[in-house]
């Protein structure tokens, strides 16, 4: 199995449990405002790899992953290419490596529920980032709707795959209470979820924008202060 990827990562500390070897995946069908990473858009980049070659470079560096670490497959969207995850996830799982799939859950229907239950037999956690809770205004950050995501939060739950909760803290488009606490009612209804993340907004992949003749649709959107960071994780009960 061949899969397309973007870049690799060898010491990841944000992406999951641990130290972990972060495979960015080629492709995706979101397109989020405040992307970091729009050369990983297109299907047609990125360069290919067997799921064994991949494997390969990650052991090199299995001696790092003692005391939780791991492999985190990210992207783009890593189940545009489910299968070749699923492979190189099957391989890691026998070399006793912990899996995780770093999603926006947008790709998962009742349809494909199939192959989505092959990739996640291998599959230790799932990293599954809600841009937005209410159906319109996730629709504006990312040109679909989240019909599908929450659909995908549930079906973890309905089959208790550990899951971390990730969301993208943007001034006046997510740093909102109503929406904060919509979101946290969700997840409320979660018995799988073992950790929420509120990741602040940042403007460092604004340049690639510029490099790949791109306009940047957040330009001039400031990170959030502390403050309302602060306010974020006590709403989600990230803290107290």
Known sequence: MVGKIHSFETFGTVDGPGIRFVVFM????MRCLYCHNPDTWRTDGGREYTAQDVAQRVLKYKSYFTGGGGVTVSGGEPMLQAEFVRELFGILKGKGIHTALDTSGILFTP?????VDKLLEVTDLVLLDIKHIDGEEHKK???????NVLAFAKYLCETGKPTWVRHVLVPGITD????LSRLAEFIGGLNNVQKVEVLPYHTMGEVKYGNLGLEYALKGVQPPDGVRVQNAKRILGVIK
């Open 141 to 147: 950050l990312t040109a679909h709707s989240n019909k």
């Open 26 to 29: 080629q492709g995706c069908p």
């Open 176 to 179: 909102n209470d109503e929406y």
């Open 111 to 115: 349809e494909n529920r199939s192959a």
